[in-house]
């Protein structure tokens, strides 16, 4: 009863929420970017409709189980089809296949389509952490750095266990950014639920993707896929700032940025806690 219910409050709730998993929370995390938005509306779509389908199957069910008793009907029906229904049942399913068609193809436009970006970042996947590049600017220099979790033992308070890195992504408010996803190791993928961001990260291969995200704040994600012994221990963590936060960060990042042709990956091990 209560998980029904659960399910028909879906899209009421589904608001309620932050850059973090809750407790005791009823469906996505808030959506934070117009990829999220548009996952949001399908989902809730589908939602109303499998329902329905399933209510209607239901009560026939209970109907056909009612009116066609054994005790009422002793003697069954001896009818083999009935042209109407047949069409009936064929037709409406393929209705309700055109109604999930259209949005669905929007989803795939939507995360495809990337119009004017304001700015690239390039992600890389390791075991077990995660580096970040930034375009080089007019003096030929970049910003690299890599992300790793925070052991338990040396978090702050307010910190989250397992979600905070030492250095979080960093993207301006309100503006659109490309990500370009890949690996040096083995295959990763790099997933912000509240953003709608879920795409591999594999060796070899650079996978493109981009989010808009218009509410500054600490947002949370992490490798989704299986990538060895520390899987668990490789969060994404991005931070969103005004624009003038972020031209500040980003010109201290440039006065020691390396030139790119001299950047290198720091591989250092990987401590957990």
């Known amino acids: 009863m209560f998980k029904l219910l659960g399910l028909l409050l879906f899209p009421f709730f589904n608001g309620f929420g932050s850059g973090i998993p809750k407790p005791w929370q009823i469906g996505f995390q808030e959506a934070r970017s117009p ?46 089809h ?20 259209i949005p669905s193809m929007k989803i795939l436009y939507v995360f495809d389509k990337i119009e004017n970006p304001d700015m690239t970042i390039k992600v890389i996947g390791h075991q077990w952490y995660w580096s970040y590049e930034y375009p080089h600017d007019e003096e030929a220099k ?17 910190q989250l266990r397992l979600l905070d890195v030492d250095k979080p992504l960093i993207i301006p408010q309100g503006k659109t950014v490309r ?12 997933a912000v639920p509240s953003f709608g961001i ?8 650079t996978n493109e993707t981009w989010m808009r995200v218009d509410k500054p ?4 994600g992490q490798c989704s896929e299986l990538c060895g012994k520390d899987h668990g221990f490789m969060p994404i963590a991005v931070k969103v700032v005004p624009q003038s936060e972020y031209d500040a960060w980003h010109a201290s990042q440039i ?8 950047v290198t990956t720091d591989t250092k091990e990987n401590k957990n806690g």
């Open 35 to 80: 990829l999220m938005h548009v996952i949001n509306d399908v989902h809730n779509l589908l939602l109303y409709i499998i329902f329905t389908i399933a209510l209607v199957v239901v009560l026939l069910l209970g109907y056909a189980i009612y009116k066609f008793r054994a005790s009422k009907n002793p003697v069954p029906e001896t009818f083999t």
């Open 82 to 101: 009935h042209t109407a229904l047949e069409i009936a049942w064929t037709v409406i399913p393929v209705l309700i296949l055109v109604v999930i068609l």
């Open 142 to 158: 970049t910003i690299a750095f890599d992300s790793y979790m925070i052991p338990t033992k040396d978090l702050k308070p307010g």
């Open 179 to 190: 990500v370009l996803v890949t690996s040096q190791d083995v295959i990763h993928s790099f």
């Open 198 to 205: 879920k795409i591999d990260s594999i060796p070899g291969r």
């Open 217 to 220: 704040g600490m947002y949370y």
């Open 255 to 262: 006065e020691q940025a390396t030139p790119v042709t001299d």
